[in-house]
């Protein structure tokens, strides 16, 4: 156990107590979490993990909270933003070193401006450098990735560098697991004046696809479900396309809503709770099971849900 003196008294960041998580998610659904830790910087957030550990107190780092689902009866123990204390970045010459705060979105925008090629489509993801790897985000033709060269963790109280080729990552999967990410080294690649013109080109096209056929204006948590592997999936269909295909789209349970604009979406429409959104992800996934004998898997992360839940 641990005490709230102990806490307050070990961290030079900000603790807040039964923060509730609908203001630190993209969804805005969830109910509060014991200990909601905001550290000052780098030395602050290792020393909270160090306390956490040697007390037993569960804790989970997480960024903009851009991927997550969090439960209506909330977290118990520690969640421990990184934005504040990780969120720094340098680019010296082709190689940018980002902690895990550091905001994708700023970026690749950055790097895209230095004529650095190899992020430049990930702008559109509101998340951070650590959620990034965790996930092993991307988008249009882009991962994480192809450009990460070696990834900074925390591990077992000690700080590691682990090279990228003794990573695995998947699509939307990487193998540190549970790691503690701290911050990352990517290698871009200097863009000639032509290929800046022709991937802003793209880059512009993309983006305008995207808010085209994301519901962007409404509070999102990205795609809910991961697109199924191709060998399970003979329809060759996307799970958006699936939902859609079973007519889901604009199905309501409460204030959550299956999107009108991207079927693989759920938008918070008013005051849904984590269990309205859950009942859509229940139903959907049995009518894509039902219609196309595809077993649905989550993308979004739960977080204080039992496990096996879904
Ligand atoms: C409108 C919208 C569009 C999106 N589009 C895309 C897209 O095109 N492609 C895509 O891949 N994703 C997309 N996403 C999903 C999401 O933005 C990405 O998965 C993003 O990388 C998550 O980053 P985050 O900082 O918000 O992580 P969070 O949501 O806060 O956390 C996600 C996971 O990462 C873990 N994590 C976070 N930081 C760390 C750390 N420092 N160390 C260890 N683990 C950590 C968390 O514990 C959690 O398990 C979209 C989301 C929205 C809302």
Redesign the pocket.
């Given at each position: 156990m641990i005490s709230t003196e102990e806490l307050l008294g070990t961290i030079r960041g900000e603790v807040l107590l039964g923060e509730s998580m609908k203001e630190h998610?993209?969804?805005k659904v969830g109910g509060s979490v014991d200990f909601f830790v905001d550290p000052l910087d780098r030395e602050d957030l290792c020393g909270a993990i160090a306390l956490f550990e040697a007390r037993n107190l569960p804790y989970?780092?997480?960024?903009?909270?851009?991927?997550?689902l969090v439960h209506d009866d909330g977290v118990r123990g520690a969640l421990i933003i990184?934005s504040r204390a990780?969120g720094g970045y340098s680019v010296r010459k082709n190689i940018l070193t980002a902690g895990?705060?550091a905001l994708?979105p700023v970026i690749a925008e950055k790097t895209f401006g230095l004529s650095l090629g190899g992020m430049e489509m990930?702008q559109?993801?509101?998340?951070?450098?650590?959620?990034?790897?965790?996930?092993?985000?991307?988008?249009?033709g882009q991962?994480?990735s192809s450009v990460v060269s070696r990834v900074e963790?925390l591990h077992e109280g000690r700080v590691c560098m682990v090279p990228a080729h003794d990573i695995t990552f998947g699509y939307?999967s990487c193998s540190?697991g549970?790691?503690?990410?701290?911050g990352a080294e990517m290698k871009l690649k200097k863009l000639s004046d032509a290929e800046c013109d022709k991937r802003g080109r793209l880059r512009r096209e993309a983006f305008r696809r995207?808010s085209d056929s994301?519901p962007?204006s409404w509070p999102?948590?990205?795609?809910v479900f991961r697109n199924p592997r191709p060998e399970e999936n003979p329809s060759g269909l996307s799970a958006g396309q699936m939902i859609d295909a079973c007519g889901l789209k604009g199905l309501q349970r409460g204030g959550a809503v299956i999107s009108e604009t991207h079927a693989n979406?759920i938008i918070n429409a008013g005051d849904a709770r984590a269990a309205d959104v859950m009942e859509l992800i229940v139903e959907a996934r049995e009518r894509v099971r039902t219609m196309f004998g595809v077993q649905l898997e989550l993308?979004?992360?739960l977080?204080g849900f039992a496990k096996n839940c879904c």
């Open positions: 998610t993209a969804l989970e780092l997480i960024g903009r909270g851009s991927n997550l990184t990780l895990a705060g994708l990930l559109g993801i509101p998340g951070t450098v650590g959620g990034a790897i965790a996930m092993n985000a991307g988008a249009h991962e994480i963790i939307r540190l549970r790691s503690v990410i701290l995207r994301q962007l999102n948590a990205g795609s979406f993308e979004i992360k977080l």
